[in-house]
């Protein structure tokens, strides 16, 4: 066991109580009515090695649903069914300064794609592209991919939010026809399977120790580091992560860059899930949202980790 692993599993649980302290600052999401009963000052953490050696500390066995990290690998699905050529005229690949839920570049810039595949807008247009002859397979489809990357057949979707997401969700509605009318969405989609495949995915549940694994194979370029199976090919791997970098924290990627410098990717439910480069996978839960939508406690805790232990890229 080396010198750093044993630090972490030391000081951890101390500097996670510190950063929960930082969730009076935050607020649970409320506009999925289903999110409003999260465990506000919940906070907990699994950080996996490539050795299979894992650490938790504070409430890692909460259960959430992964809302935008999914987007990661649903990007990362559509890339394996239809290349980059395919995917990328459908999605740019530059951050917005908007908010994630924001329609209002969609109008303004030409040609009227999504910037990003990390913003709502770009997170539905990828839904259109995941393949499989019926909904019911193309949401299949991406819960087997979570299955394989997490390790773990039994996550599955969180009905009640996934109904309570699919009941409230006019921005996502309007934002999808908006891109079936600016041809995003090709002429004979419809628009409320997309949508479904989208609600469904981000209502996928899972807990640290899943974000901790899915992020080991991001941090491992794309091969499970137990079996040495390459399940996602390098090249899609280095897009994901670099998106992670310019895209994962919303409009607050530059400021994480700077602060903690390790991809990353938060979702409205508290979650983020980080990695250091060939190294750890990291999966954090903290429920309470910042105005940008990251989990206040969440990010304050990847801050101090990085800063304490040099894990910046950069
Ligand atoms: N930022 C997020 O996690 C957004 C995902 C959420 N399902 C939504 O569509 O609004």
Aim: glycine share 8%.
């Amino acid at each position: 066991m080396n010198n750093e692993w044993s630090r972490l599993k030391t000081e951890l649980p101390e500097l996670l109580e510190q950063s929960r302290k930082e969730a009076a600052h935050g607020q649970v999401a409320e506009y999925i009515p289903e999110l409003a009963h999260a465990h506000a000052y919940g906070l907990g953490i699994t950080i996996a090695d490539l050795q299979g050696n894992v650490i938790h500390a504070g409430e890692h066995e909460l259960p959430f649903t992964l809302q935008s990290i999914s987007k990661v690998f649903t990007l990362l699905l559509a890339l394996m069914d239809h290349g980059e050529e395919t995917v990328f005229a459908k999605v740019g690949k530059e951050p917005t300064g908007d908010d994630f839920n924001s329609m209002l570049k969609l109008e303004l810039v030409e040609p009227g794609i999504p910037f990003n595949p990390l913003i709502n807008a770009g997170a539905i247009a990828i839904s259109s592209l995941i393949k499989g002859r019926t909904p019911q397979e193309k949401s299949g489809r991406v819960l087997e991919f979570f299955h394989t990357i997490a390790g773990d057949n039994s996550l599955a979707v969180n009905e009640n939010v996934y109904l309570s997401e699919k009941r409230t969700a006019h921005r996502n509605r309007s934002l999808a026809y908006f891109l079936k009318e600016n041809q995003v969405l090709e002429e004979d989609t419809d628009v409320e399977e997309v949508l479904d495949i989208y609600f469904r995915h981000c209502s996928i549940e899972a807990n640290c120790a899943h974000l901790a694994a899915m992020a080991l194979i991001l941090a491992n370029q794309g091969v499970d580091p137990a079996t040495g199976a390459q399940l996602i090919p390098k090249r899609y791997v280095q897009i994901a992560k670099t998106f992670m970098i310019s895209c994962g924290m919303y409009n607050a990627s530059g400021e994480f860059a700077i602060q903690a410098g390790i991809p990353a990717k938060s979702g409205v439910s508290g979650g983020i899930l980080t990695l250091v480069p060939g190294r750890y996978g990291i999966g954090v839960i903290g429920p309470a949202l910042n105005s940008k939508g990251n989990s206040t406690a969440g990010v304050h805790l990847l801050e101090s980790l990085s800063l304490s232990y040099g894990w910046s890229m950069f």
